[in-house]
């Protein structure tokens, strides 16, 4: 099992990570119909975030039902993006029932493999409390394997003290995560014009995207990557691995533990082809 925290909601709102649960048919879960709602499937997650309109937003949404709302922490001033705010205040006064939420939920597995931390670095709770969280995490739980996924602010951020933030930020994640893998907003954003002006074979048309539809493409991304992460322990096959051997295998020192995550390909022709091995690996690297 693998537990998730997700700080600052990711600027974007990450929830779009458990929509593909609609289409799932399994004859182990509790489904009524195909496109129905799953009843028994639970996220195994912290909510964390010092502004409580995001995370109500998220609770009230069609998926939130998956999340137990009593692992939901919340604030109502927010961190006024300062990382110290963040890391020092919030850090200070919520680590105990941050520590209690974790436990709470690591009870419930199964097997607990490792933890994911989901977090922006741009603002104060995502940066600040976030690292916090961390070494909350590494102080309480040493044996357990720490994959971080940090978002980095684009250059157009509207945030002054972001690249504060993020400098003070990448200090402690370089520190106590075991497996780091950034995402870029910026980067996210030139692939999702790529992906949206995109010519598949003889299908001429060009998305203009609205803004929340953007954010939706760009986090869909990032939930790919996840789920391609985990999907070796969560699928049998010739290839099935533990998601501990990632950072065994890719993480030679302990601070040269920044991974750069790729995925091909980027999206589906409508008219399906049939891709061979060697070209999905050079459009990864391209």
Sequence with gaps: MHIMMNLD?????????FEN?????SKNLKVTHPLSKIQNLRARAVLIDMEEGVLNSILKSKVGELFNST??????SGAGNNWATGFHYYGCSYSEQIVEAIRKECELCDCLQSFFILHSMGGGTGSGLGTKTLSLIADNFPEVFRFVIPVYPSEEDDVITSPYNTTLAMKHISEHGNCILP?????LSSICQL???????????????SKDV??????SFVARVILDITASGRFDGSMNVDINEISMNLVPFPRANYLIPSIAPLYSPKIPQ?????????DVFS
Excluded: P, Y
């Design 9 to 17: 909601s990711f600027q974007n709102q990450l929830q779009v990570s």
């Design 21 to 25: 649960v609609e289409n799932v048919t």
């Design 71 to 76: 692992e939901v922490i919340r604030d109502v």
């Design 183 to 187: 995402v870029e907003n910026q980067s």
């Design 195 to 209: 992906v949206g002006s995109a010519k598949v074979d003889k299908i001429k048309h060009v998305v203009n995207e």
């Design 214 to 219: 953007a954010f939706h493409r760009m986090n």
């Design 274 to 282: 049939q891709r061979h091995l060697d070209a999905i690996f050079t």
